[in-house]
């Protein structure tokens, strides 16, 4: 059974920071990767999507890594802002049953003014 | 409309009492989605639909839970005899593709059992 691990479970950082969120999987069996944004009370916004052939993926001051063989990717924040502050949420696709996707349990970001 | 709506946004239902979750997808959406998400977890997969098709509920916790989306557009998300372990956020989400990708979520139904 696929697992999603995050660490950590929530992090503060002043404004400016760059800071590094971390995500491991059990099985590298997957379709793609998805990191995605919840703000409370919200609904997920999809941030960024790393197919399994793909390395990385970035978008403004968002850059995600996959390693499939280790398990693992990495969503790197630059010049963090205090608007960058919510959830941010890992979630794979297993190749067995494309469409339904296992998420973490999630890093609670703070970012201070 | 512009993205997926749920209604309603919040529901307090006494333990055993029925309730019903509606999710109106994006129009022409193929793939529907229903989530729990406990608090302070990530959300777990309870169930898909590819158009009318119910293709897969394994996520489903108990027979208590059930889901339709009879016309391929609005979807319901039923719990009977509900249960404190039942409260959670309910997520929908849509996708115009049958692959892994593509979602647009809900902003969630929360339920709490009292």
């Known amino acids: 059974k696929q697992e999603v691990t995050q660490i950590p479970a929530a992090l503060s950082v002043p404004e400016g920071e760059n800071l590094v969120l971390n995500c491991s999987f059990t099985?590298?069996?997957?379709?793609?990767l998805q990191w995605f944004r919840q703000d409370p009370g919200k609904g997920l916004t999809s941030l960024l999507l790393?197919?399994?052939?793909?390395r990385e993926q970035t978008s403004g001051r968002l850059n995600a890594s996959l390693d499939k063989s280790s398990g693992r990717s990495t969503l790197y924040i630059a010049a963090s802002q205090p608007g960058d502050s919510a959830t941010y949420l890992c979630?794979?696709?297993?190749?067995?049953?494309?469409?339904?996707?296992?998420f973490g349990q999630g890093t609670r970001l703070t970012i201070n003014p | 409309g512009a993205g997926v709506s749920q209604s309603p946004r919040y529901k307090v239902a006494k333990r055993g009492q029925d309730v019903a979750l509606r999710c109106d997808p994006i129009?022409?959406?193929?793939?529907l989605f229903w989530y729990q998400q406990a608090l302070g977890q990530g959300p777990e997969f309870l169930t898909y639909?590819?158009?009318?098709?119910?293709?897969?509920k394994s996520g489903l916790p108990s027979d208590r839970f059930f889901a339709e989306r009879p016309e391929g557009s609005v979807s319901t998300l039923k719990i009977q005899r509900t249960q404190q372990e039942d409260s959670a956020v309910y997520l929908c989400?849509?996708?115009?593709?049958?692959?892994?990708?593509?979602?647009?979520f809900g902003s969630g139904t929360r339920l709490t059992v009292v």
């Open positions: 989400a849509s996708s115009p593709r049958t692959g892994g990708y593509g979602y647009t």
């Open positions: 099985d590298s069996a997957i379709y793609n």
């Open positions: 790393i197919q399994s052939s793909q």
């Open positions: 979630a794979v696709s297993p190749i067995q049953g494309a469409q339904k996707l296992v």
């Open positions: 129009s022409g959406h193929v793939s």
């Open positions: 639909f590819q158009n009318e098709a119910q293709l897969d």
